[in-house]
């Protein structure tokens, strides 16, 4: 039998080449996302379903399950002044905890398999913006699950992150389109912040995933691999 990866957020930009990838690599892939696509077998899979761990129990054979990567999120919006319980709750339902309940679940099959767990984070758990503060706060949170996962779960499997800057896929094309005019500008603008000059792919994402599943990363546990074209490293005072 052929390994299997569960892929949560399947039908976004970034999980559907994470998904393509694990596929072309002979991996049998498990994808839920609310929006169904290929990957979900045109299903919808709704993550705060108290049936979701019995539903992928009954639906796919999960004795072969090696590695899970979450590339869900939940990104809301606003001033945190204005933003009530709920917005926080599904947030961080989201972001953090659903990964530690799918992990606790299959941390059997997983670590049979000798097989790993990786987040796709955010640079905003990093360095952030205004309006933006329970997105980020919920990925600096997934960031500390992480690591308390990489001590406690070793040696049996592997816990690291992906942490993307702008990548152009599904929430940086919403931006640009709220924006309107200013979208264009804006990208550039954006552009003209990276070090490598442009807007990042998700295959970028796929491809540093895809190392930390591997076994070339079977020494590397707790870690965060910033895939951002080196924005984080540039200093936004520095103006000369």
Same mark, same amino acid.
């Given at each position: 039998m052929s390994p299997s990866v569960l892929v949560t957020g399947a039908s976004g930009g970034i999980g559907a080449n994470v998904c393509e990838m694990f596929s072309s690599s002979g991996f049998s892939v498990i994808g839920i996302d609310r929006i169904p696509s290929e990957w979900t077998g045109g299903k919808s899979w709704e993550l705060d379903d108290p049936s979701l761990i019995e539903s992928l129990r009954k639906?796919? *054979?999960m004795d072969d399950l090696k590695v899970v990567v979450h590339a869900a999120a939940e990104q809301v919006l606003g001033r945190l002044e204005d933003q009530e319980g709920e917005?926080?709750?599904?947030?961080?339902w989201t972001n953090v905890m659903v990964l530690d309940s799918l992990v606790r679940a299959f941390r059997g099959e997983i670590?049979?398999?000798?097989g790993?767990? @990786? &987040? !796709?984070?955010?640079?905003? +758990?990093? /360095?952030?913006? +205004?309006? $933006?503060g329970i997105y980020a706060l919920s990925k600096a949170a997934a960031e500390g699950w992480v690591r308390s996962a990489a001590i406690e779960y070793a040696p049996g499997f592997r816990v690291n992150s992906v942490m993307p800057? /702008? !990548?152009?896929?599904?929430? &940086?094309r919403e931006f640009f389109a709220h924006a309107g005019a200013e979208g264009a500008d804006i990208a550039r603008r954006i552009e003209s912040r990276t070090p490598m000059g442009? $807007?990042? &792919? *998700?295959?970028?994402?796929?491809?540093?995933v895809r190392y930390l599943a591997s076994d070339e990363a079977s020494f590397v546990t707790?870690?965060? &691999? @910033?895939?951002?074209g080196g924005a984080t490293r540039l200093l936004a005072t520095e103006v000369i």
């Open positions: 639906n796919f *054979p917005y926080w709750q599904r947030t961080m670590a049979r398999n000798r790993s767990v @990786v &987040l !796709i984070g955010s640079v905003h +758990a990093l /360095a952030s913006r +205004a309006e $933006i800057g /702008a !990548i152009d896929s599904g929430k &940086l442009r $807007i990042g &792919l *998700p295959s970028d994402v796929a491809s540093a707790g870690q965060t &691999l @910033v895939v951002d």
